[in-house]
């Protein structure tokens, strides 16, 4: 994994007093050499228009750390954002008030792809060291003491998508060992298994009754988290691109599917009939997978992109606002 500086910036939005956004990109300090991280909190939701998007402005900046920061999550209710980064910690910041709470350090494990529980000092991240060796895939983490309260063990390569369920204690994570698994945080077992082609990405919808996964060749499969031994319950392809997922997202209202693929292009499906509403082309970044994420209200689609810059393209309108 390669490495570069990087600075975390804070971006806010304000519409009419009611709407309060805020965006995190880690951006490098040469923007040519490495790509954008974006992802969104909500506050409130309110939708957003043209005018407000381009009136973005930064907010805060950290600096504490000039490495690669590989994964970044907000917490669902609470004003908490969490990063994992390459030297092998995790910060933990206030986004309201916009300062650094904590910051633990990993080295025995390190830390990859990393995502918040319902409680907000409790995290679960996964590793990158020893993988063949202990199996210790995932680890759950308590940030108020620093302990690990639980190891969770089955993959044998790369965590590369990590996802908690809005409505219980289940979780489910894909790997470059062709397989998701899902997990119960009580229990240290693995709960169930799908073996799947490629490098398989996976998302929760925002009930929590759905999940999606994201497959070579572009295509997606729909499943009940209640029934999933089943198999799916309806499969659609993301026809013209057969490059693999990188990363899957659902909008807040369950309508929309947003898909990055590993040919640096972006996609918004409709969520139920899996029908193509738009798509957009960045910039390559070589070396480095491109997330882009849903603003709160599912309007607009925010990325970075190769050439290090920010993106931000309007659904309806199928154009750049940003």
């Known amino acids: 994994m390669r490495s570069s500086s990087s600075i975390l910036f804070f971006f806010f939005f304000f519409f009419r007093r009611k709407y309060q956004s805020f965006f995190l990109v880690q ?31 930064i907010g ?5 750390f000039g490495g690669k920061i590989n994964s970044v999550d907000f917490h669902r209710k609470d004003d908490l954002l969490v990063t994992a980064s390459e030297d092998d910690s995790v910060r933990l910041y206030d986004i309201a008030s916009a300062k650094l709470l904590k910051t633990t350090y990993h080295k025995k494990h390190g830390t990859d792809r990393i995502c918040f529980t319902h409680h907000p ?12 060796s202990t199996g210790e895939s995932l680890r759950y983490l308590s940030l108020y003491d620093n ?34 698994r899902i997990w119960d945080l009580r229990v240290n077992a693995c709960q169930g298994i799908l073996h799947l082609r490629g490098r398989p990405t996976v998302a929760y919808d925002q009930q929590g009754l759905v999940f999606a996964v994201a497959m070579e060749g572009g295509a997606i499969k729909l499943f009940d988290s209640r029934s999933y031994d089943k198999g799916p319950f309806d499969t ?16 807040n209202d369950g309508k929309s599917m947003l898909l990055t693929t590993t040919s640096n292009n972006i996609y918004v499906l409709d969520a139920y009939g899996g029908d193509k509403r738009c798509g957009f ?12 994420t849903f603003t709160p209200d599912g309007q607009y689609v925010v990325s970075g992109s190769g050439d290090g810059t920010l993106h931000a393209w309007n659904i309806n309108m199928q154009n750049e606002a940003q």
């Open 27 to 57: 951006t490098p300090s040469k923007p040519d050499r490495q790509t954008p991280t974006i992802s969104v909190a909500m506050i409130s939701l309110t939708e957003l228009d043209d005018d407000t998007v381009r009136s973005m402005s």
């Open 60 to 64: 805060a900046v950290f600096s504490d």
């Open 121 to 132: 000092s409790s995290v679960i991240c996964s590793s990158v060291y020893h993988l063949d």
């Open 147 to 180: 302990r690990c309260l639980r190891y969770f063990k089955g993959h044998k390569d790369k965590v590369v998508s990590l996802c908690m369920s809005p409505i219980n204690d289940s979780f489910m994570s894909s790997s470059l060992d062709h397989s998701i």
């Open 236 to 251: 659609f392809l993301v026809g013209g691109d057969t490059a693999e997922v990188c990363d899957i997202k659902f909008s």
């Open 281 to 292: 082309s960045l910039e390559p970044s070589p070396s480095t997978n491109i997330e882009a």
